[in-house]
């Protein structure tokens, strides 16, 4: 059996019988290496495989939302920054100088104290003039029952048309969303002014140049509530009793 000689740091394996023992070492340790260096990539995938699925710095790690500024929108004011206010009218000089207005109207149109006189006067578009329409109600100095309400359409030469008149005792009109609305109150021979049996509310539309009526609703009050009794009649309130 031979020995194992060498030179330097090269080892040399000679003979058959040593020769097994080499040749499987080389075996094992070539098959030791091919081991580890899959190991090796098994580990290098499982870290990659944990970051992408766990939190970290992953692909798939979408994180808190960031601390962005939220954008507001804010409505546009173009459209009240555009509107004109309607023109005022001297509603006073334009009853007295209309010859639709009836001269008894006219005759008890004076100021209730100073230069405060029982008009009222509402502005909206409701015939669809060149600007806004007026609608003037005249009241009675006293209790200002209405006698009567005026609708005064514009011009283009800046002068008004009176289109709608309507002169009874208690009657009312304003503007309701473009259309004309009129309540007059109802009596019977009993009733007196403060208590009215019921009232009719006539809603106009314009069409055509003219007012048409397009509704009409009757109310019907409860006559034993209120009617005849005064303040007066009310229980005066007492005092809690003292100890």
Same mark, same amino acid.
């Given at each position: 059996? #031979?020995?194992?000689?060498?030179?330097?740091?090269? $080892?040399?394996?000679?003979?058959? !019988?040593?020769? /097994? @023992?080499?040749?499987? %070492?080389?075996?094992?340790?070539?098959?030791?290496?091919?081991?580890?260096?899959?190991?090796?990539?098994?580990?290098?995938?499982?870290?990659?495989?944990?970051?992408?699925?766990?939190?970290?710095?992953?692909?798939?790690?979408?994180?808190?939302?960031?601390?962005?500024?939220?954008?507001?929108?804010?409505?546009?004011?173009?459209?009240?920054?555009?509107?004109?206010?309607?023109?005022?009218?001297?509603?006073?000089?334009?009853?007295?100088?209309?010859?639709?207005?009836?001269?008894?109207? #006219?005759?008890?149109?004076?100021?209730?104290?100073? $230069?405060?006189?029982?008009?009222? !006067?509402?502005? /909206? @578009?409701?015939?669809? %003039?060149?600007?806004?329409?007026?609608?003037?109600?005249?009241?009675?100095?006293?209790?200002?029952?209405?006698?009567?309400?005026?609708?005064?359409?514009?011009?283009?030469?800046?002068?008004?048309?009176?289109?709608?008149?309507?002169?009874?005792?208690?009657?009312?009109?304003?503007?309701?969303?473009?259309?004309?609305?009129?309540?007059?109150?109802?009596?019977?021979?009993?009733?007196?002014?403060?208590?009215?049996?019921?009232?009719?509310?006539?809603?106009?539309?314009?069409?055509?140049? #003219?007012?048409?009526?397009?509704?009409?609703?009757?109310?019907?009050?409860?006559?034993?509530?209120?009617? /005849?009794?005064?303040?007066?009649?009310?229980?005066?309130?007492?005092?809690?009793?003292?100890?």
């Amino acid at each position: 059996m #031979r020995g194992l000689t060498g030179s330097g740091d090269d $080892d040399t394996v000679i003979g058959t !019988t040593g020769g /097994g @023992r080499a040749g499987a %070492g080389r075996r094992l340790l070539t098959g030791w290496a091919a081991s580890s260096a899959a190991l090796a990539g098994l580990a290098a995938f499982g870290l990659f495989a944990v970051s992408c699925s766990t939190g970290g710095t992953g692909t798939r790690d979408e994180g808190p939302a960031g601390a962005e500024p939220v954008v507001q929108v804010t409505p546009s004011t173009t459209a009240a920054a555009t509107a004109k206010p309607a023109p005022r009218v001297d509603a006073v000089a334009l009853l007295k100088a209309d010859p639709k207005v009836s001269g008894r109207v #006219r005759m008890d149109l004076k100021a209730c104290s100073g $230069d405060e006189y029982p008009v009222d !006067t509402s502005y /909206g @578009r409701i015939t669809g %003039g060149p600007s806004a329409d007026v609608v003037v109600n005249v009241m009675t100095c006293g209790d200002s029952v209405g006698v009567g309400t005026y609708v005064y359409r514009p011009r283009t030469d800046g002068t008004y048309e009176n289109v709608f008149a309507v002169e009874q005792p208690a009657v009312y009109g304003t503007i309701d969303r473009g259309d004309l609305v009129v309540t007059t109150q109802v009596y019977e021979k009993k009733d007196s002014v403060a208590y009215p049996s019921g009232d009719e509310v006539i809603t106009y539309h314009w069409a055509s140049g #003219r007012f048409n009526e397009e509704d009409r609703v009757r109310n019907d009050f409860n006559r034993a509530v209120g009617a /005849g009794a005064g303040d007066g009649d009310l229980p005066e309130p007492s005092e809690p009793p003292r100890n």
